[in-house]
């Protein structure tokens, strides 16, 4: 379904989430906050509808898409679920994780959400407003971050609106999420190994500490999971990593001791880095200045899930991102 109208802007109340959830019945795209960002909600079992998240995107079609389930007896009926694959849920469900798992074959979602892949990207969110629209459609939702494709993650409706405006059918207004940051992605291998695809708010420690020791390749030769394109997460202009004082011409973002124009954290808390990353790249993005510089971030736990989202915004896009 494509738009033809501004977006309408609704708290996620038992009104914006009736609107909400006709829309999505409708086929229709919502954007909902998550604990991690906003996502681009659209109903996952039917292709139009999944072709109505791509269009908003621009995003390209090799790329998965997420599924987020309230609970775990939903996601059972999209994948098969392993000893591994419990473990995990029973751990960190409902939260910031997602998990790459064999596609059922009689699994009643659209083939785009798989990307052509015969897996599925599953998630259980956490955040009350997401939960409450998942309950109120009865739905499997396909949701990746509301932005076009590509660009900085929203973590707030006005930076879903300054990227997707009227592309997207309606917003729900939940403030500023929580995390800031996309959900961890591991994908679960046959061989009984495991490869964490994306890093995120859980790390690799918090994840081998229920698996155990795996193969921990955050990139892959071929797409898995949403994320990982080599550009991702950019904000239009070229950015500098590793930077302790500005150039001519540059916007910095600090952490800890260095200080910019605007800060991740002024008292090098990771997590609270992670939280306002995307706030301080759109906030470079609107500035004057035509380059982005960023302060060193330490490469240990979040701080890991931080700078890849910036290598990834530093890159020079691909064809086809």
């Not at 086929?27 to 109505?52: H, I, M, N």
């Not at 910031?96 to 659209?110: F, G, I, N, Y």
């Not at 207004?173 to 995120?200: F, H, K, N």
């Amino acid at each position: 379904m494509e738009p033809t109208k501004p977006s309408k802007v609704h708290l996620p109340d038992d009104l914006g989430l009736a609107v909400a959830a006709q829309v999505i019945a409708q086929g229709g795209t919502v954007a909902v906050p998550t604990e991690t960002v906003y996502g681009l909600a659209a109903r996952a079992d039917q292709d139009e509808a999944v072709a109505g998240i791509y269009r908003a995107k621009g995003r390209p079609d090799f790329n998965p898409l997420i599924v987020h389930v309230p609970d775990v007896t939903a996601a059972q009926t999209y994948a098969l679920f392993d000893d591994r694959a419990k473990a995990l849920a029973q751990a960190f469900w409902p939260g910031p994780l997602t998990m790459v798992l064999p596609r059922r074959k009689d699994a009643a979602l659209a083939a785009a959400v798989s990307a052509g892949l015969p897996t599925v990207a599953l998630r259980c969110p956490a955040h009350l407003a997401m939960r409450a629209l998942l309950l109120r459609c009865g739905l499997p939702l396909a949701a990746p971050s509301a932005n076009r494709s590509g660009g900085v993650s929203p973590t707030c409706a006005a930076h879903v609106m300054d990227s997707l405006g009227n592309r997207v059918d309606l917003i729900l207004d939940g403030g500023e999420t929580e995390r800031g940051l996309e959900s961890t992605i591991v994908g679960l291998r046959d061989d009984g190994t495991w490869a964490l695809l994306r890093p995120g708010p859980l790390t690799e420690t918090d994840i081998a500490g229920v698996l155990g020791a795996g193969s921990s390749a955050v990139y892959s030769a071929r797409i898995e999971a949403p994320g990982q394109l080599a550009s991702h997460y950019a904000p239009g202009k070229p950015v500098r990593l590793n930077v302790t004082e500005a150039r001519e011409g540059e916007f910095l973002i600090g952490f800890g001791a260095v200080v910019g124009q605007v800060s991740l954290s002024g008292t090098g808390d990771l997590a609270q880095a992670a939280a306002r990353l995307y706030a301080c790249l759109h906030l470079a993005a609107a500035a004057p200045e035509r380059l982005i510089a960023v302060a060193p971030v330490p490469d240990e736990g979040i701080g890991s899930a931080i700078n890849d989202r910036l290598q990834r915004a530093a890159a020079e896009p691909q064809s086809g991102s």
